[in-house]
């Protein structure tokens, strides 16, 4: 026997078990349009909007109380005195705390929607498993495709066709829509359940600064 085909037999011998139990069957799930399409990400998007529209208008109030404080110390105060001093004071508090305000309270809505979208990353992997064992698939590849319109910049173009995972694939072979028809089944039927992030009013709002001390009268 020669040692090209006692290598060949060898090959067989190894490949053969494995293929009696039949051929790998891969199907693919477009996420984008999975997520896209599922309810729930409609409905932490509106979440998460009204709580930025919170914030803002928290950011804004607090922007024009320290605006008007301004304006009060420039008319009724004259500079170099005590009460000029201690009002000016305060006023650096009170800016003090609006960027505290914006820090930490941004940092909790980037917190909240990150664990949000791992939430629905979950879902989507659970139903793409469901799903593929219902089919009898053994392997589920990402699959996404091109956005329709073409980006202005060619980096963004090469950028768009390097992350496509499959090139092709027949349609019968898609799960994307199976997937999204159990998500938003589920979604649909599960009890509501408290929402990604847990920011009420009261934490919403900031503290009262200390009012300023009337200005004394000469």
Known sequence: MTRRLFYAVALVLAVGPRLTHGATKVAVVNVAAVSEKYAKTADL?????????KLNQERDAMKEKIEKA???LQEELKPGTDEFRARRKQIALMEAELQWFVESEGQKVEKGLAESLRSIFGDIQSAVREVA???????VLAADQLPADTPDQPTQVRQHILLQKVLFWNPSVDLTEDVITKLNARYKAATPAAGPITIDSAQLKPKEPAQPA???KP
């Open 45 to 53: 998007e509106a979440q998460f909007d009204a709580v930025r529209r």
């Open 70 to 72: 301004n304006r009060s």
């Open 133 to 139: 064992q219902e089919k009898g698939v053994d392997v």
């Open 214 to 216: 009337p200005p004394k």
